[in-house]
């Protein structure tokens, strides 16, 4: 049973960096695509970054900001995310897609307050 597990969040001052790391295992594949998520409190879900092999998208907010990367046979996906602001305040989510299914970890918590 494939387990996704995401690491790096905590608590930052606006204008500074952390980085979150994901991985999964379990079983051995190659991903489709690899994504970070966020859900903001009162807020819906939304896609902060993904990526399909050498192709990247950006939501508009975090764009120049935030960069993700990973290596989708080692089923690994990190987000660096720099120039914090407090709107960044969520709960990150990583989401691994093998095509026919996707995997999701438990979240990890990302605070941007002074």
């Known amino acids: 049973q494939v387990q996704v597990v995401e690491s790096g969040g905590g608590l930052v001052q606006p204008g500074g960096s952390l980085r979150l790391s994901c991985a999964a295992s379990g079983e051995t594949f190659n991903a489709v695509t690899m994504a970070w998520y966020r859900r903001a409190p009162g807020n819906e879900r939304e896609l902060v970054a993904r990526?399909?092999?050498?192709?990247?998208y950006y939501m508009d907010s975090v764009k120049g900001r935030f960069t993700i990367s990973g290596d989708h046979t080692k089923l690994s996906v990190d987000l660096q995310m720099d120039n914090l602001k407090p709107e960044d305040t969520a709960v990150y989510f990583c989401?691994?897609?093998?095509?026919?299914?996707?995997?999701w970890g438990k979240g990890t918590q990302v605070t941007v307050s002074s």
């Open positions: 989401e691994i897609d093998r095509g026919w299914r996707e995997y």
């Open positions: 990526m399909m092999y050498n192709e990247t």
